[in-house]
C-alpha cells in the first residue's frame, strides 16, 4: 500500500484527503515509481477547484521525481534503479509512490537531486520553451515577465540573462523586487503602486517591449497589451488571477497589430525529441551552476492542503516541494 492526495469533489483546499492506496504492479508500457520528491506547482490548484476539468475522483499533481522500482513488459530504455523525473502525466503525482507509463519520464542526471528535480520540472521546460522556442530572442531584447520573483520567474531571470536578454519584472513587493534581482532581472515593477505599462515605456524609451510573458491573466492582460510595442507578442502561459478576458481582434489592431498567444507546455513536450532537447539545455545548465533552484518552501505530503492555501494567498516565493525522504 502505498499513500496518496485524493480528492472526490472540486473545491478549496479542504477537499483534499490523505488516503492510503493501491499500487500494483506495471502492465504494457508502464514503470512503478517510487516518489523521492513531488513538485507543487499553481496549475496543482486549477485541477482541484475545478477550473481544468478531472474526472473524478482523482489524485493531485503532475510533476515528481524518484526511482524505478519495477518495469513492465515491453518496456525499453528504462530499467530498475534508474533516476527519473517527469512533468504532465495524468494526476496522481502527490503519492509515495505510482504505476504510470514511460511516456513522460525524463532520466534525471546523477549531478541533480531529486528535490531540486521536484521544483524545476515543469517551471524549468516551461521556461526552457518560453524562451526557445516562442519567439526569436537575442541578446540586447528586453522583455517584460510577470510574477520574477515566482517559480518559473526565477529560473527565466537566469536564463535569460545567460542569452543576453534584459528582463523586466513585475512582483507584488519589494522582498520579492530584491529575490527577482538577485536572480538576473534587471528592472523590477511593484505592481500594487506603480503603474505597470507607463514603467515599461518609461524603460524603453516609449517603445514598449516586443514580448510580454504573463502567467497572471485577468488582472495583468490589459496592461500586459499596454507594454507591448508595435507588432508585439503577448504570451499568456498561466492563469492564476483568473482566464483573460476575450480578444477583441480590433483592439489587437488599434494598439499596434499585436500578437496573443496561449501556449500550454504539453504542446512542448510531446515530442520525445524536442523534450529532450529543452530538458538536456535545462539540465546542463543546472547541473553546471549556471542556473540555481532555490527551494524556498518544503511541506509534507500529508500537508498538502496548507501547501495550497499558502500557494493561492501569495506566501510562496520561488519553487515549492513537497518531500518524501530526508537527504535526498
Known amino acids: 500500500m502505498a499513500k496518496a492526495i485524493r480528492f472526490y469533489t472540486a473545491g478549496g483546499p479542504e477537499v483534499m484527503r490523505w488516503e492510503s492506496v493501491e499500487v500494483g504492479e506495471p502492465g504494457a508500457g508502464e514503470v512503478r515509481v517510487r516518489h523521492m520528491a513531488v513538485g507543487l506547482n499553481f496549475a496543482d490548484t486549477y485541477f482541484r477547484s475545478g477550473l481544468y ?9 503532475v510533476e515528481a521525481a524518484g526511482i524505478i522500482e519495477a518495469v513492465g513488459p ?7 534503479g534508474d533516476r527519473v523525473t517527469y512533468t504532465g502525466s495524468p494526476l496522481g503525482a ?38 526557445r522556442r516562442i519567439a526569436p530572442l537575442k541578446a540586447g531584447d528586453t522583455v517584460l515577465l510577470h510574477a520574477a520573483a515566482g517559480g518559473v520567474g526565477l529560473i527565466f531571470c537566469q ?7 534584459t528582463v523586466i ?26 503603474d505597470v505599462a507607463a514603467r515599461v515605456r518609461e524603460l524603453t524609451d ?35 488571477s ?29 515530442d520525445e525529441s524536442e523534450r ?28 498538502a492542503v496548507q501547501a495550497h492555501r499558502d500557494l493561492e494567498a501569495g506566501r510562496s516565493i520561488g519553487s515549492s516541494v513537497f518531500s518524501l525522504e530526508a537527504g535526498n
Open 53 to 61: 476539468p478531472a474526472a473524478l475522483p482523482a489524485g493531485m499533481g
Open 74 to 80: 515491453g518496456v525499453t530504455g528504462f530499467a530498475e
Open 94 to 131: 502527490y503519492s509515495t509512490s505510482r504505476v504510470m507509463s514511460v511516456a513522460p519520464l525524463i532520466k534525471l542526471p546523477d549531478t541533480i537531486g531529486f528535490e531540486t528535480a521536484a521544483a524545476m520540472t515543469m517551471r524549468g521546460l516551461t521556461t526552457s520553451y518560453l524562451l
Open 159 to 165: 536564463w535569460a540573462k545567460l542569452l543576453g536578454i
Open 169 to 194: 519584472g513585475t512582483v507584488s513587493s519589494d522582498e520579492k523586487a530584491e529575490v527577482a534581482r538577485r536572480h538576473g532581472c534587471t528592472h523590477t515593477i511593484v505592481y500594487r503602486r506603480e
Open 206 to 240: 516609449g517603445h514598449g517591449v516586443p514580448v510580454v510573458y504573463d502567467s497572471i491573466g485577468a488582472t495583468t492582460f490589459a496592461q500586459s497589451l499596454d507594454s507591448l510595442r508595435r507588432r508585439g507578442l503577448l504570451v499568456c502561459f498561466g492563469t492564476a
Open 242 to 270: 483568473g482566464p483573460i478576458p476575450p480578444i477583441d481582434a480590433m483592439q489587437l489592431a488599434i494598439k499596434g497589430s499585436l500578437f496573443v498567444t496561449r501556449p500550454a507546455l504539453a504542446d512542448y513536450i510531446a
Open 276 to 303: 529532450a532537447a529543452l530538458a538536456g539545455e535545462l539540465f546542463d545548465h543546472v547541473g553546471s551552476g549556471r542556473i540555481t533552484i532555490e527551494i524556498n518552501q518544503r511541506y509534507a505530503l500529508e500537508d
